[in-house]
């Protein structure tokens, strides 16, 4: 038993002698293998100080500031950065280690990265430029070598992207400095996309056009500004080639409301019997004379019913069958199902225009069904919406005073009142029958006001004259406009749309 001990306490004399050796010495401090353990130790300990401190100070005082998550981000890692810094710097002090001793190491170790740690140094170097410049942050969704992601964390080494599959890529942080990138949420978040469409020779551009923008405006994610447009891109070899051109503030959905518009399309496109053709090709024959003789025997024979006997049937059954069917006055179509450039056509401001005017027009603004009683507008709501009666009747009421104003008909318009004075509406409008409206918004006014200055005219007229009809009801202050005819109202949207 006391042999047991003696040698137990030899072995603890030894490992002691062994951990408290000088290994090296650091200036005039000695390191022994307990001192570095007790180095690493206490160094552990400043980095999860550093860390818990940063946490703390973004999720409490970052956050009550309102920054987003891409500067809470940067700001806490570079805080963390400086606390393990100067943590370090402490630890070192503490063991007694003379940092001005450190230099000759340091130039070893720059000496080192600058040869054996070029890549090391440079995922650092970009690291610290993503922090410090912003151009990146987390939350931005980005594409870098074709692959489309949200970051999620970046780091001095590498930059942690989440794919739109829900994958986790690890990607060094020199590709964002050497690489072009694209920063969806840089600043604006809105982005357009291009949508190719191609259809058979023999549509109508027009109605093509019609029927793309109402694709486009069913899909609620697609922004009603800018608006959207449509481009004519050329004629290929088996279709007319269009594009349809939306914009979208959501880019990390881009995939999922580019198919959504695309199956709108699809419907658009059938409702009104306009095809998607398919590719084609031209047979060429080197012996053209041989199968016209060969066809003309077999035709020959076939009509004496002696080598196809069901083909002579079947076209006899044809025949007979061809003069059942009579074709018969259609009833005319209600406005509903007429193309929104007919129902144009019926406004007297655009009974003139050409197909290629009419067509820009569907760009500025939609047709909207409204039932019979269904409220257009209410008053003392904002107004941003131009309105141009394509069929039925409307009823203009007001609230304040309790009493009927005027009835509108095909043809004319409303709403100019609150997007001239910027007001709110100064009445309630609601249908009395079954109405179809051009619906154009307030960006989109004055791209049609150049294009039609007629309508301009027309606009500044009855301005002119429902302005003093509401002010004799006393729903109008008599400052508005300055009680101004039609010359000064004319000259007022001139300076407002710049037309």
Request: hydrophobic fraction near 40%.
């Amino acid at each position: 038993m006391n042999s047991i001990t003696v040698r137990a306490d030899r072995f603890f004399e030894h490992f002691s002698g062994a951990m408290t050796t000088p290994l090296f010495y650091i200036g005039d401090t000695h390191l022994s293998l307990s001192a570095i353990v007790k180095l690493i130790i206490l160094a552990i300990f400043a980095l999860i100080i550093a860390k818990i401190i940063s946490e703390g100070i973004k999720r409490s005082l970052l956050v009550r500031m309102g920054l987003d998550r891409g500067s809470r981000e940067a700001i806490s890692t570079i805080i963390s950065y400086i606390l393990a810094t100067i943590g370090c710097i402490f630890v070192l002090q503490g063991s007694g280690i003379n940092l001005t001793s450190l230099t000759v190491l340091a130039g070893v170790v720059g000496i080192g990265f600058g040869f054996g740690l070029q890549n090391l140094a440079s995922n650092f170097i970009s690291g610290l430029t993503l922090l410090f410049e912003h151009q990146i942050r987390v939350g931005d969704f980005i594409e870098i070598d074709k692959l489309l992601g949200t970051v999620e964390t970046i780091s001095i080494r590498s930059t942690i992207i989440k794919t739109i599959d829900g994958l986790f890529v690890i990607i060094p942080n020199i590709k964002f400095v050497e690489t072009n990138i694209i920063n969806w949420s840089y600043r604006d978040p809105r982005c357009r996309l291009h949508i190719p469409v191609g259809v058979a020779y023999g549509s109508d551009p027009v109605i093509v056009t019609e029927a793309l923008l109402i694709a486009a405006r069913m899909e609620p994610n697609v922004l009603s500004h800018p608006s959207p447009k449509v481009w004519f891109h050329g004629f290929g070899d088996n279709a007319l080639n269009f594009e349809l051109l939306v914009w979208i503030d959501q880019p990390q959905e881009s995939d999922a409301i580019k198919s959504a518009v695309n199956f709108l399309i699809d419907y658009e496109l059938r409702h009104r019997n306009i095809e998607i053709p398919f590719p084609q090709r031209d047979l060429w024959l080197r012996n053209p004379q041989e199968l016209t003789q060969l066809f003309h025997n077999n035709k020959d024979d076939n009509s004496n019913g002696k080598l196809f006997p069901q083909n002579a049937k079947h076209s006899a059954e044809l025949k007979s069958n061809s003069t059942v069917s009579e074709p018969k006055n259609s009833a005319p179509k209600s406005p509903n199902n007429w193309t929104l450039r007919d129902l144009l056509r019926r406004v007297t401001y655009f009974e003139q225009c050409t197909d290629l005017e009419l067509r820009q027009l569907i760009e500025y603004g939609y047709r909207q069904l409204f039932p019979a009683g269904q409220v257009v507008c209410k008053e003392n709501d904002p107004g941003d919406s131009f309105y141009i009666i394509l069929s039925g009747t409307v009823e203009v009421l007001s609230q304040k005073a309790g009493q009927y104003i005027a009835t509108l008909h095909e043809g004319e318009f409303f709403g100019e009142i609150s997007l001239l004075l910027g007001t709110p509406r100064t009445a309630t409008v609601k249908t009395s029958e079954d109405a179809i409206l051009f619906v154009v918004e307030r960006h989109d006014l004055q791209k049609l006001l150049r294009e039609q200055p007629n309508l301009a005219d027309q606009i500044a007229q009855k301005l002119s004259e429902r302005q003093q009809a509401l002010r004799d009801l006393g729903l109008l202050d008599g400052d508005s406009l300055e009680q101004t005819p039609f010359i000064k109202i004319r000259k007022r949207i001139q300076v407002l749309f710049g037309i």
